[in-house]
């Protein structure tokens, strides 16, 4: 499929071999086997012989909370983890054991059906894939995950006296990436973002970007280092990714997502990036190379652990991509009646995308203002996301097998 | 044990002209190496080390314990066999591309991730039952959870036979085979860990409950005496303590034939405020009821006095380490290690630990910090143990502390690289060191094994062999009852650390002290955090309960796992 000239060179659809090895190397190499090796504990688990098999216990949705079909996969199975009274702000992340839900400043204990409030902090909760510890903003607040796992905390201070925290350059949209083997690993900021707090107000279309995405938008890359004590920040580079934000590290920290735009700032799809970062001593080389091209669109992505899929959610109602949006779930196209309140109400649903094959597979079916919002992945393959309603401060929390069917 | 657990003593010795106070230490902010854990042995890695080798306790040092608290000299050749046992080398489990490969002794030992996957084991293997009665793990179910974690990884679909066999075809050098074990900060031996999973009843106890008080009150047990010798100068002062004693006991102290001039005070608590319980001549002496924590301050208006303090008191009976099913048995060790990385254009710092230099650090007015460092090196490995992790980075061993339960506070020993191996702190290594490798000849070394130095001679025991450890040792020496002196000056880096022996830092494990708070607060913990201040030891001196690889959040986080499974 030919590219407009307005956008970086390449061409959708177009995946380098690269992927394919990559997603081969991180089955057994990357973060998922890894935690796997350690005997993590994935919440829910117990006794189960498969990842398919963890969660059973787990009610699956109905009617009460989100509906009994919004699953858009026959096979799949979405399971209510919990539901909150308190509406949250901006993202949701999870625990790579699947045990805490970040939701603003409230972490969900699903194994003890507990809040722990955290003060100090006021959103983007983060967590490594390791599951050493997490992270807050403002200041990029590293945590440790025994101030969670410890006792039976109702508040962990993320700030102040006493806080088991400290605070790093970590900036907004923090994505926390590990060392697999002990040696160095690269972190990125997001670079420019699009703020995305959707579904407290009808929204129909992607949320817009706070800065344009120039033709000379760069990302910082920085090596941190294991200097034997602990990871340090030795130094930075910035690589150009002209035309795009919104970046996203991979687990191992090897593979780098952006969304991109044409020079109108129209949302065009994600670039898939092999992270090439080296240094001698502490001299920083650092690029970065296209290797795959998927023109979908969608909000901010999350890596699966085993680095062979993205999730991510995609507001629906309005904009360019309408057309599309209605007929893909069923109507006769954005004029059909059926597909009305969603042109009012707006909605988002939640998709995932196979690195390998560029198959995009949706996940829900969201009803008219009904947000299925922030998808991420557990070590396991699990996935967890966050649902909105319109004029309810009421938010659930589900989790989807629908990768671990792929 | 108990006698000396009942005995410890603090000694102040403050000889001013005017009788006025002593310049205060500067302010330091952290314990020891405790902090950071950091990349651990993986699944393949424990499958070729084999059972972690079990440390060889010298069960005959438990009843030196006087011996070499009184003698610095017996203390070190009792720190340097500890080394070696530590160092010893160890063959690995299976065949590598390095013929007759082998790593140090303390290398073999687990750390966090094993610790999770053998309790992960043992505890799941209870069932429910005996999960919900807390039960404790059998012997067998011990030794079958230790070989479980070592075959692992051949579980795991991803390592297939082919994939170990590339792994260890991988290991074709002396430093390849030295990373199998991963940039581990802490390492426990067999036994330290077979005690420590046992104990999981007490840790959730106190997970829940919180540890007893630095002062816990009990029956009251048999008399102690304890006797001090005392001489001071006019206007000096001597404080010895701290006594214990149970509701219902008391502490009767006196200095028998001493003339008039010379006074004596029981004071309540250690800190520098600590009210005053009675006060009269010393020889009249004085008494005070328990229960309580007590000091007892001896101060002369005489050109001199000189006598034997004679303190009788009634200590409670208590749980010394009540977050564990006992104290850990003489074959616990630990290690903390200190990496240094080589790769990244950053040269190992070096230390100048001379008498010369001990002095400027320790001066009045002296921040009592190691700092930067006094020079750079780049040791080749032959001169620096060094490992080489499959990333290709690699790494050099700063220092590490070692610690075995061989005496009732452990015996903390602190190994430093060294430019100059042979003066001050490594002039009396022993040939069983020197015979291990060269790299291991280029390390010092010192040692506590109590609060209190009670050694009454500065050189230590070495001013004709060893003079130049002899100068270092008078450095460091604050008097007999003074406090006792052990730095590592890559690992205690925090500002006033040149001032620490390590077991006063360690009391407080898992008591819900900060770490960092033992050296900054000087109020509640004296002489830079060295003095004993508590009666009991709730991790029995051990802090990877609950600070650095936090092995109790292990135990939490399987229980809790369990839980919510039912």
């Given at each position: 499929m030919p590219v407009a000239s307005d956008v970086p060179a390449g061409e959708c659809g177009s995946i380098s071999p690269e992927v394919a090895a990559h997603v081969t190397a991180m089955s057994t190499m990357g973060w998922s086997a890894l935690n796997r090796s350690r005997g993590m504990m994935m919440h829910g688990c117990a006794g189960a012989a498969r990842p398919q098999d963890c969660l059973a216990t787990v009610p699956l949705v109905s009617d009460a909370d989100i509906g009994a079909s919004r699953s858009a996969i026959t096979a799949a199975h979405l399971r209510l983890l919990f539901t909150s009274t308190n509406r949250s702000g901006f993202w949701t992340r999870s625990s790579a054991d699947g045990r805490f839900v970040g939701r603003s400043t409230r972490l969900r204990d699903l194994a003890r059906e507990a809040d722990i409030t955290a003060t100090g902090a006021m959103y983007d909760p983060a967590f490594y894939p390791d599951n050493s510890g997490f992270m807050y903003q403002p200041g990029g607040r590293n945590c440790p995950m025994s101030a969670l796992t410890t006792g039976t905390p109702t508040t962990v201070a993320i700030t102040g006296a006493g806080s088991p925290c400290t605070g790093s350059s970590a900036s907004l949209y923090q994505h926390l990436a590990a060392s697999l083997d002990g040696g160095d690993y690269w972190a990125s900021s997001a670079g420019t973002a699009a703020w995305d707090d959707g579904g407290h107000a009808p929204t129909l279309t992607e949320t817009p970007r706070n800065e344009r995405w120039t033709a000379t938008a760069t990302t910082s890359i920085t090596l941190m280092a294991n200097t034997g004590a602990g990871f340090s920040n030795v130094g930075s580079r910035r690589v150009p990714t002209p035309l795009q934000g919104d970046g996203v590290i991979s687990p191992s920290s090897r593979l780098l997502i952006t969304r991109f735009v044409d020079t109108a700032g129209d949302y065009q799809g994600y670039i898939l990036h092999r992270l090439e970062a080296s240094h001698t001593g502490s001299a920083i080389m650092a690029s970065t190379r296209e290797i795959a091209r998927y023109c979908v669109q969608g909000a901010k992505p999350g890596f699966s652990f085993d680095e062979r899929f993205i999730a991510y959610h995609h507001y629906i109602g309005g904009g360019d991509t309408v057309e599309a949006d209605a007929r893909e779930l069923g109507f006769t196209g954005a004029d059909d009646a059926g597909f009305e309140p969603y042109t009012t109400q707006g909605s988002s649903n939640i998709y995932i995308l196979d690195l390998q094959t560029g198959r995009q597979t949706r996940v829900t079916t969201m009803g008219p203002g009904q947000y299925a919002l922030y998808p991420h992945f557990r070590s396991d393959g699990w996935m967890y996301f966050l649902v909105r309603t319109l004029g309810t401060t009421r938010e659930h929390v589900v989790a989807s097998d629908a990768a671990l069917l792929q | 044990?108990?006698?000396?657990?009942?005995?410890?003593?603090?000694?102040?010795?403050?000889?001013?002209?005017?009788?006025?106070?002593?310049?205060?230490?500067?302010?330091?902010?952290?314990?020891?190496?405790?902090?950071?854990?950091?990349?651990?042995?993986?699944?393949?890695?424990?499958?070729?080390?084999?059972?972690?080798?079990?440390?060889?306790?010298?069960?005959?040092?438990?009843?030196?314990?006087?011996?070499?608290?009184?003698?610095?000299?017996?203390?070190?050749?009792?720190?340097?066999?500890?080394?070696?046992?530590?160092?010893?080398?160890?063959?690995?489990?299976?065949?590598?591309?390095?013929?007759?490969?082998?790593?140090?002794?303390?290398?073999?030992?687990?750390?966090?991730?094993?610790?999770?996957?053998?309790?992960?084991?043992?505890?799941?293997?209870?069932?429910?039952?005996?999960?919900?009665?807390?039960?404790?793990?059998?012997?067998?179910?011990?030794?079958?959870?230790?070989?479980?974690?070592?075959?692992?990884?051949?579980?795991?679909?991803?390592?297939?036979?082919?994939?170990?066999?590339?792994?260890?075809?991988?290991?074709?050098?002396?430093?390849?085979?030295?990373?199998?074990?991963?940039?581990?900060?802490?390492?426990?031996?067999?036994?330290?860990?077979?005690?420590?999973?046992?104990?999981?009843?007490?840790?959730?106890?106190?997970?829940?409950?919180?540890?007893?008080?630095?002062?816990?009150?009990?029956?009251?047990?048999?008399?102690?005496?304890?006797?001090?010798?005392?001489?001071?100068?006019?206007?000096?002062?001597?404080?010895?303590?701290?006594?214990?004693?149970?509701?219902?006991?008391?502490?009767?102290?006196?200095?028998?034939?001493?003339?008039?001039?010379?006074?004596?005070?029981?004071?309540?608590?250690?800190?520098?405020?600590?009210?005053?319980?009675?006060?009269?001549?010393?020889?009249?002496?004085?008494?005070?009821?328990?229960?309580?924590?007590?000091?007892?301050?001896?101060?002369?208006?005489?050109?001199?006095?000189?006598?034997?303090?004679?303190?009788?008191?009634?200590?409670?009976?208590?749980?010394?380490?009540?977050?564990?099913?006992?104290?850990?048995?003489?074959?616990?060790?630990?290690?903390?290690?200190?990496?240094?990385?080589?790769?990244?254009?950053?040269?190992?710092?070096?230390?100048?630990?001379?008498?010369?230099?001990?002095?400027?650090?320790?001066?009045?007015?002296?921040?009592?910090?190691?700092?930067?460092?006094?020079?750079?090196?780049?040791?080749?490995?032959?001169?620096?143990?060094?490992?080489?992790?499959?990333?290709?980075?690699?790494?050099?061993?700063?220092?590490?502390?070692?610690?075995?339960?061989?005496?009732?506070?452990?015996?903390?020993?602190?190994?430093?690289?060294?430019?100059?191996?042979?003066?001050?702190?490594?002039?009396?290594?022993?040939?069983?060191?020197?015979s291990l490798g060269g790299p291991w000849s280029s390390y010092k070394m010192c040692v506590a094994t109590d609060f209190d130095e009670q050694d009454p001679d500065p050189a230590g025991g070495f001013a004709q062999d060893a003079p130049s450890l002899a100068a270092a040792l008078r450095t460091v020496h604050e008097g007999r009852g003074g406090p006792s002196w052990c730095s590592n000056p890559y690992i205690d880096a925090g500002p006033g650390m040149v001032r620490s022996n390590c077991v006063g830092c360690h009391q407080h494990a898992m008591s819900g002290v900060l770490p960092a708070d033992v050296q900054t607060d000087h109020a509640r913990f004296p002489d830079n955090g060295r003095a004993r201040v508590r009666n009991n030891y709730p991790a029995d001196g051990f802090w990877g309960v609950d600070g650095g690889d936090h092995l109790a959040s292990v135990i939490a986080e399987t229980v809790e796992y369990w839980r919510s499974a039912r």
């Open positions: - | 044990m108990t006698r000396s657990l009942t005995r410890s003593v603090v000694a102040l010795a403050l000889l001013a002209p005017a009788c006025g106070p002593a310049p205060s230490p500067p302010t330091p902010t952290t314990c020891e190496g405790i902090e950071t854990q950091a990349m651990s042995a993986s699944a393949e890695g424990r499958w070729l080390l084999g059972l972690a080798s079990r440390y060889p306790a010298d069960t005959a040092l438990g009843a030196r314990g006087d011996e070499l608290r009184r003698s610095q000299r017996a203390r070190r050749e009792a720190a340097w066999a500890a080394v070696a046992r530590t160092l010893s080398p160890v063959p690995l489990a299976h065949p590598t591309a390095t013929a007759g490969a082998t790593v140090p002794r303390f290398q073999t030992w687990y750390d966090r991730a094993d610790v999770a996957r053998t309790f992960q084991r043992l505890y799941e293997n209870l069932g429910p039952a005996g999960r919900a009665a807390q039960e404790r793990f059998s012997d067998a179910a011990l030794d079958e959870a230790f070989g479980l974690n070592v075959g692992f990884v051949t579980t795991l679909p991803e390592w297939p036979a082919s994939r170990l066999e590339a792994y260890t075809a991988s290991l074709d050098t002396a430093a390849a085979v030295s990373g199998v074990s991963g940039v581990q900060r802490i390492a426990l031996s067999p036994d330290a860990v077979r005690h420590f999973v046992s104990s999981y009843p007490e840790v959730l106890r106190c997970i829940a409950n919180g540890a007893p008080p630095g002062f816990a009150d009990g029956p009251a047990a048999s008399q102690q005496v304890a006797r001090e010798p005392i001489a001071l100068a006019r206007c000096g002062a001597r404080v010895v303590g701290p006594f214990f004693v149970a509701t219902g006991g008391s502490l009767t102290a006196r200095i028998a034939d001493l003339a008039e001039g010379t006074d004596l005070r029981v004071l309540e608590g250690v800190t520098p405020t600590a009210a005053t319980r009675c006060s009269a001549s010393a020889a009249t002496g004085c008494t005070v009821q328990g229960p309580g924590l007590f000091m007892v301050k001896v101060t002369t208006r005489s050109p001199s006095a000189s006598g034997v303090l004679d303190v009788r008191y009634t200590p409670p009976t208590t749980n010394m380490a009540a977050c564990l099913h006992g104290v850990f048995p003489p074959s616990a060790a630990t290690v903390a290690l200190e990496w240094r990385r080589t790769d990244l254009g950053m040269p190992l710092p070096t230390f100048d630990t001379s008498a010369p230099a001990l002095s400027r650090r320790l001066a009045p007015g002296a921040d009592a910090t190691w700092g930067t460092g006094d020079g750079a090196a780049e040791p080749a490995e032959r001169e620096a143990y060094t490992m080489r992790l499959a990333s290709g980075s690699r790494f050099r061993l700063a220092g590490m502390h070692i610690r075995t339960r061989e005496l009732d506070h452990w015996l903390n020993i602190t190994l430093w690289w060294s430019p100059t191996p042979d003066t001050d702190f490594g002039a009396d290594r022993p040939a069983a060191v020197r």
